[in-house]
């Protein structure tokens, strides 16, 4: 059994679920947070320094501001909670827009639309920020990621591109507060990078007064650095030092000066590491401003504005000439593909997550753990009325433009009489071949079996029956009458709930 001291030291339960069983992603949060200086990364590994317990009786920060500990999570939300759209794929957000830099040499140099170095670069030089933590890489390995503290535009201009490896941004966070006395600091990262900030935020950690924005970028995760060099140098006779540039496109594309191996992505999909196979966010769903690819358009990204503070210092740069934009409505193949890698993402994340408990014994981070206040709820006082309801006659072509300029991402299925009859998800019609689209009703794809609640029930039965059938949505249907559709509840809604 563990003493008293040792199971309030939260080390010792991150040690034991994260850093042991291989969740951690490096991101540094534990380090930069840590009160006693006790932990550090080193050698691709947090290590323990000294042992706290020996300074303090009681510490909870390690473990409860990982990004891959179950703590804090619904107050996280809250910080973006008051965006007005909420959505099942994306999360809470003001706007979404296609954007790129105005600078043609940015974009030549990015994976993208280089919207996020142009921002950066124009937040350093009208001094919105006094500094911001990107990932530059280190000289005799181009592939690892370097987290600097860029204070200059230089710095900004060397992190441009993707780096699939994780990076120690959280570490770099703290050094700039503690190293170089920064009290605004712009921060770049991944999902879970940016879940550890919030974090620190709901904990009211004293470094957090220093953060004055995030920018989270999209993910579909990150690989282990030494596995995938290691097989890339083995399959492939390529050195780490000879990699010019890595890129993920419909291969895994590893650049020298002898050209471009193409890799195909179920070869290298093994070395991705562990959390990413649970984790759910796919679109930084925490960060003021997200952004990602707009696959198919070559050299834009696609942006998702969440908070205040990111709207206006977004359309700031985009005043001044900085970002060019365009309506994301327009251009419905983008909308759909990252809805739809969305969606993949959180529902390969939630099996994956049932079978890893039966492994661990827990449930990684995932989000709507605090489900016990729902059974205190009534669906009817939470449920959207408003339902926007598809026929059964629509072409699953008329269905995606109609996705494209609701935002939505599925709908209930009517027959003539009105009755709820189906489901039908984006996911589904994106999966129809697009020779076949105009020609495929809704019908035949929909789902026949609506996952449904009443509105006598409480949101714990409605959380329940989504569990139960691996969807984020309830029909609500009234007992008097059930064939009669009169709400839906989506898990946003649940989360929505909690957070309040
Ligand atoms: C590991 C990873 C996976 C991604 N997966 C997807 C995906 O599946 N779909 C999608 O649409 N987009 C994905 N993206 C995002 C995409 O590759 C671009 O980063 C994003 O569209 C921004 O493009 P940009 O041209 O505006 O950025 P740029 O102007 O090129 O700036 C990129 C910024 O990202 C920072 N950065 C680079 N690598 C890392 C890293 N490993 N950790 C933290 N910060 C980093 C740099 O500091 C730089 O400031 C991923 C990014 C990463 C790092
Ligand atoms: S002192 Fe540091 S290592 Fe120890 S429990 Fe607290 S945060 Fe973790
Ligand atoms: S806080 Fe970050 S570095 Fe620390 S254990 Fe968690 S994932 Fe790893
Ligand atoms: S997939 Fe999730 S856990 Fe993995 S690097 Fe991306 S944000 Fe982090």
Not at 23 to 28: D, Q, S
Not at 162 to 177: C, I, L, Q, T, W
Request: glycine content about 4%; hydrophobic content about 40%.
């Amino acid at each position: 059994m563990e003493s008293k001291s040792s199971s309030l030291i939260a080390y010792n339960v991150l040690e034991k679920r994260i850093i042991d069983s291989g969740f951690c992603t490096l991101c540094g949060a534990c380090e930069a947070a840590c009160p006693t200086s006790a932990l550090q990364i080193r050698k691709e590994k947090v290590q323990r320094l000294h042992d706290c317990s020996e300074d303090l009786d009681l510490c909870p920060i390690c473990y409860e501001i990982c990004p891959h500990s179950e703590a804090l999570l619904l107050r996280s939300l809250s910080f973006v909670a008051d965006a007005p759209v909420k959505n099942e794929a994306l999360g809470y957000y003001r706007k979404i827009v296609l954007a790129q830099a105005v600078d043609p040499k940015l974009r030549e140099q990015s994976h993208g639309g280089a919207v996020v170095t142009s921002l950066l670069k124009y937040g350093i030089e009208t001094k919105f920020f006094d500094s911001a933590i990107v990932s530059q890489t280190e000289p005799e390995n181009p592939s690892k990621p370097k987290p600097a503290v860029a204070l200059v535009p230089d710095d900004i201009l060397s992190a441009i591109g993707s780096k699939f490896f994780p990076s120690s941004v959280a570490k770099a966070y703290g050094r700039a507060v503690y190293g170089h006395g920064k009290t605004s600091i712009a921060f770049v990262g991944v999902p879970c990078h940016v879940l550890a900030l919030r974090k620190m935020e709901a904990w009211q950690h004293k470094i957090i007064d220093h953060l004055k924005i995030t920018i989270g970028l999209f993910c579909f995760g990150t690989f282990s650095l030494n596995s995938l060099l290691d097989y890339i140098e083995e399959k492939y006779k390529i050195k780490p030092s000879e990699i010019k540039r890595l890129r993920v496109s419909s291969k895994f594309e590893v650049h020298t000066e002898n050209g471009v191996t193409q890799i195909p992505m179920h070869d290298i999909e093994k070395h991705i590491l562990p959390s990413c196979r649970t984790c759910t966010d796919f679109a930084s769903e925490l960060a003021d401003i997200s952004v990602g690819g707009a696959y198919p358009l070559p050299d834009w990204s696609t942006v998702i504005i969440r908070t205040k503070a990111g709207e206006d210092f977004f359309y700031d740069a985009v005043a001044n000439g900085v970002i060019n934009t365009w309506v994301i409505e327009q251009e419905p193949k983008v909308y759909e593909r990252i809805i739809v890698a969305a969606m993949q993402k959180r529902t390969a994340a939630l099996k994956q997550a049932k079978e890893m408990e039966e492994v661990y014994g827990y449930l990684p981070a995932l989000m709507l753990r605090e489900t016990d206040a729902l059974a205190e709820i009534k669906i009817e006082d939470i449920m959207a009325k408003d339902i926007t309801t598809i026929p059964q006659d629509m072409t699953v072509k008329q269905f995606l433009d109609y996705v494209a300029k609701h935002h939505h991402i599925s709908y209930p299925m009517i027959n003539k009489q009105g009755e709820a009859i189906g489901w039908v998800t984006l996911e589904e019609a994106s999966s129809v071949p697009k020779s076949k689209r105009a020609t495929t009703l809704v019908s035949e794809i929909a789902r026949r079996k609506p996952v449904a609640a009443y509105t006598d029930e409480n949101a714990l039965d409605a959380f329940k029956r989504m569990s139960e059938n691996e969807t984020g949505r309830v029909l609500i249907f009234d007992r008097a009458n059930p064939k009669k559709l009169v709400g839906i509840v989506t898990k946003t809604d649940l989360m929505h709930t909690l957070t309040k």
